[in-house]
């Protein structure tokens, strides 16, 4: 059979499924001693690798070692006429398959023929190998010396075909290998959905006109400038200039309210572009110095006409400033530093901020405003400040304070409609204002008829959208979505920067009826064209240094380093600040360590040449990493030592809880949450999981009992005890944590943790013990392969995560590959790593009641998705009503990702509220596929839902943590996917403090 191959940069062709062809005896495939002989015909060895731990998965999920072959001619090539090997004098023929031209097929090294035609019947070793290609007439096509690959990294040629084989980072199965070795871009959202352009009129807002007011100085009181922006003489009479005071919720006055200010005789007339200085008195504005806020509006009326020639609103005016059109004839008010009266505006030196004591504007008038109503958000990667536009005051927009007013109804409630204030952190509070939240959704969320206010959000996004947002499950209709979009846009300087953005399908449908008529982008307009991306927002100083990641496991460096990095790493040493040029993801081990550490972690395309970072490589800095953007400058040493001081610890060190008592296996069926002080915080959390027994409203029955790792155990910490004391470790450590050069070298620091670890290594296991565990094994899991987990009495404590910081391991009773005895003392061992004993000492952590238990469950293999899952929006901790999912395909780790991988991030919302997976960025591994269907998402949410409501009393039995969210590891098993969960425990949000508000929802 015949067919043309389309696997690589084209795309993925379905292959016949075939047997794999026997092996060929044809020739005697003597490898040359000469270490280049001459290569024959077409086709070519493109890329290999050896250490597979993520790169890429073949149709099973599984990540095995690939090879990959490309027809460098200009016709297609029968691959059944050659055949590949990995050691002199046998060979395996290839499936006869048609390779065209410029075409790459790949080829899975697993010795799995039984697999398909793509599997080949042998295996290559990561400590070097040599891959031959040879032709039917018995000539060497290709041969490649493939030297001892790093994890996940390949040897290929640069470019495809022709070029010379390298060492590189960043594997490219399937893929265009470049012409050099770099990190690819990450996958693209799709943006399918698009929008009719729009056009902007010019001006925009419009003007009434003639007559514009171009300036105002008011406190103290000065003047109000107007000007005559058209292009004829303008006479005077018949205009009037009236200062009022304002008040939330209140109809701009009318034609005879507030002050008259004084005005020209009915004679004057002003030429075109001519000013006008109208002085203001103090008995002009001692009503607006009356008011809280300075409060009110500035309008030129005309007799002959209903509408203002213009009118300026105005609060929050600092002291000194004028308010100037800028430019002077259509430009949005701005506060200068000093008035310019008779002069144009276009010398204004705008004030850097102002303060807004009551917590809201209505418009972006310093170049902080934004930032400041902003400020108080938990949102990751985006900047939002809530608006709400009054219909029954002309459009009036409220912006307001993050920080101040969780709620659009909490401003309408207390500002406009006078209520009380409410505590919603006391329960009877809470319920009453429970019933009015649920009334005013009522009117101004859950119909759109009879509303009074339209209620958005202004986003600003990492990638520099800015967008118009509004709530999922508002049915607010596309006519209305347009009258709130443009009147906001009247509150920002650079109106044509936004747009509107749909954030469900519902709205999109709306959208369609006025699309031309308003600017409008698609969904995943947010997540194109990343360049940056914040992870752990914080402050940190130290000098900027790069380090390949490759590197970093070994790299001296500390907390007054700042590190630019190439990649994601997966173990590092500790450090001040990171920057990486790949993307990670919130769950990745450096992610949990940085929010643990409080310190800054963000990433950065190209950082490395970016003009940001480049003139600081060296230097002291001061970074901080912000929610949409960073600062990094050039810092003293007083500020930095200043800052180091005070992240010193301080007071009594945090004490693990110690059970010895508790001996032999336990099995975790018949355990619980309360025996982590026995058996570590891993085990006693999956033990809890045979416990879990509510389902959520909106959830299947069948979701129970959870399909969770069955006949685990648990070794307590008494047998890690009774080893690390035996082989002569603890001692060995007791002597080194009273040398002072332990303490001040970090040279002396490694080696005398590796010889810790090198004795528990070399000693025996306690027999009895070691019978018990492979007796267990033996007759719970017979002869399938098991992993044996960390779980020490140092995870999850409530300052001090200790995640990722542990080696866990696979054992087999027949110890062909890991005995059970060096899994046990690897496992045990690794309490010890240089890595997890620093992140403890920075947490202050008592290290002589540091112990290891260790879990054990069978060894899941063949998985076809698996990640892990937060029962609280891990991009926005105020909002427990989604859940945020990281899912990869098959063995493809999300939390280790191997370099230039990236996974589903998926942000869900169940019901009651309305549903969606909103995908913030997509796997590289899957080709284009979702990993999780929605009915997957679905029960994951609502597996979220009965693990967050079962471990509550238990983690947080005060109700005091008000960001409290579980994590969960799961798995889809087996060609039914069945989805197991293999892990819980707390997730914290780091040095993030959760609103005192009890504003979560």
Request: aromatic share 8%; with cysteine; proline share 8%.
């Amino acid at each position: 059979m015949s067919l043309a191959l389309g696997v690589g940069c084209s795309g993925e062709t379905r292959l016949p499924a075939e047997e794999h062809p026997p092996e060929t005896k044809v020739c005697d495939f003597e490898l040359p001693v000469a270490a280049s002989p001459a290569l024959s015909g077409d086709l070519r060895i493109n890329e290999v690798m050896t250490g597979n731990d993520g790169a890429w998965v073949d149709e099973v999920g599984e990540t095995d070692d690939f090879i990959e072959l490309m027809n460098i001619g200009q016709r297609a090539l029968d691959l059944g006429e050659y055949a590949l090997s990995d050691k002199s004098g046998k060979a395996t023929r290839l499936p006869k398959l048609t390779l065209g031209p410029g075409r790459t097929a790949l080829f899975w090294a697993d010795d799995t023929p039984e697999q398909g035609p793509l599997h080949l019947p042998f295996k290559l070793s990561n400590s070097g190998a040599r891959v031959a290609l040879w032709s039917s007439s018995c000539l060497l096509a290709d041969l490649v010396n493939v030297p001892e690959l790093p994890r996940s990294e390949s040897y290929a040629r640069l470019p495809d075909g022709t070029g010379e084989l390298s060492i590189c980072r960043y594997a490219t199965p399937e893929r265009e290998n470049g012409e050099t070795c770099g990190p690819p871009d990450p996958p693209n959202l799709d943006d399918s959905i698009r929008f009719a352009p729009f056009q902007w009129p010019e001006p925009f807002p419009a003007i009434a006109g003639p007559l514009v007011i171009s300036e105002l100085s008011l406190r103290p009181a000065g003047f109000v400038e107007v000007l005559n922006a058209s292009g004829a003489p303008v006479a005077l009479d018949g205009f009037a200039l009236r200062l009022a005071a304002l008040s939330p919720g209140q109809a701009p006055p009318g034609a005879d309210a507030g002050v008259l200010l004084a005005w020209p005789e009915p004679s004057a007339t002003l030429a075109p572009g001519e000013r006008l200085s109208v002085p203001v008195g103090a008995s002009d504005t001692a009503e607006l110095e009356a008011s809280p806020d300075f409060e009110g509006v500035a309008t030129l009326w005309r007799e002959d006409s209903p509408e203002p020639s213009d009118r300026v609103d105005f609060m929050a005016w600092p002291e000194g400033a004028s308010l100037a059109r800028v430019p002077d004839a259509t430009g949005a008010p701005r506060f200068c530093g000093a008035a310019s009266p008779g002069a144009a505006n276009e010398g204004c030196a705008e004030l850097p901020g102002r303060e807004l004591a009551s917590g809201r504007a209505h418009r972006l008038e310093t170049a902080a405003d934004f930032a400041e109503l902003a400020e108080g958000g938990t949102a990751v990667g985006e900047l939002g400040v809530k608006f709400v536009v009054d219909m029954a005051a002309n459009d009036t927009v409220h912006l307001l304070s993050t920080r101040q007013w969780a709620l659009h109804y909490t401003f309408v409630r207390e500002q406009i409609r006078k209520e009380p204030h409410l505590d919603r952190c006391d329960p009877e509070q809470a319920a009453e204002f429970n019933v009015g939240w649920g009334l005013f959704s009522q009117t101004e969320y859950f119909r759109s008829e009879g509303r009074r206010y339209l209620l958005g959000t202004l986003v600003e996004h990492t990638n520099g959208a800015k967008t118009v947002e509004f709530s999922p499950g508002d049915q607010i209709v596309g006519e209305q979505m347009r009258r709130a979009f443009f009147a906001a846009m009247k509150a920002v300087p650079d109106p044509e920067a936004w747009a509107i953005r749909p954030t469900e399908g519902r709205q999109i449908i709306e959208l369609r009826a006025i699309e031309g008529t308003a600017p409008i982008v698609g969904p995943n307009a947010p997540y194109k064209g990343l360049t940056y991306q914040s992870l752990n927002p914080a402050e940190g100083f130290g000098t900027l240094t790069f380090v390949p990641a490759r590197d970093l496991e070994t790299a001296e460096l500390g907390p007054n380093v700042i590190v630019v990095t190439d990649d994601v790493p997966n173990e590092t040493a500790f450090m001040g600040g990171l920057i990486t040029e790949a993307f990670q993801t919130p769950l990745a081990h450096v992610n949990v360590l940085a929010r643990g550490r409080g310190t800054p972690n963000m990433a950065l395309r190209g950082a490395r040449g970016d003009a940001r970072l480049k003139a600081l490589f060296g230097k002291l800095v001061r970074l901080e990493v912000r929610a949409s953007d960073f600062d990094i400058r050039e810092a003293t040493a007083q500020e930095a030592d200043a800052y180091w001081e005070k992240r010193k610890p301080t007071g009594a060190r945090l004490a693990p809880a110690l059970d010895r008592s508790v001996r032999g296996i336990v099995p975790l069926d018949a355990a619980g949450y309360a025996m982590g002080d026995s058996i570590g915080a891993k085990a006693a959390g999956m033990a809890e999981l045979y416990r879990v027994s509510g389902v959520g409203q909106y959830c299947p029955l069948d979701l129970l009992p959870l399909y969770v790792p069955p006949a685990a155990f648990a070794i307590p910490f008494s047998h890690y005890m009774d080893h690390f004391e035996a082989s002569g470790a603890a001692e060995l450590l007791a002597e080194l944590e009273q040398d002072p050069e332990f303490r001040a070298d970090p040279h002396a620091h490694a080696e005398g943790l590796a010889e810790v670890r090198a004795r528990m290594l070399a000693h025996p296991v306690d027999p009895a013990i070691l019978s018990e565990v492979t007796g267990a094994i033996e007759q719970r899991f017979g002869g399938d392969r098991v992993r044996l987990r960390s779980s020490s009495n140092t995870e999850d404590l409530a300052t001090f995560n200790g995640a990722g910081l542990h080696t866990s391991t696979s054992g087999d009773l027949d110890a062909e590959s890991s005995s059970i005895e060096d899994a046990l003392r690897t496992v045990w061992s690794s309490l010890w790593n240089t890595r997890a004993y620093d992140e403890r000492e920075f947490g202050h952590v008592e290290q002589a009641r540091a112990a290891m238990a260790v879990l054990v469950h069978q060894a899941w293999q063949s998985e076809r998705a698996q990640g892990v899952a937060i029962s609280r929006n891990a991009l926005d901790a105020t909002r427990d009503s989604q859940y945020y999912i990281n899912a990869q395909i098959g063995e493809a780790s999300v939390t280790n990702p191997a370099p230039g991988v990236t996974s589903d991030e998926i942000v869900y919302t169940p019901p009651p509220r309305t549903i969606k997976a909103e995908y913030h960025t997509r796997s590289s591994l899957s080709r284009g596929r979702d990993v999780l269907s929605f009915p997957e998402v679905q029960r994951l949410g609502c597996v979220l839902e009965s693990v967050h409501a079962h471990y509550r009393p238990l983690v947080d039995p005060e109700g005091e943590n008000h960001l409290y969210a579980m994590q969960i590891e799961w798995k889809l098993i087996g060609p039914e996917r069945r989805l197991l969960v293999k892990q819980a425990r707390p997730y914290g949000f780091g040095a993030l403090e959760a609103p005192g508000d009890c504003r979560e929802y």
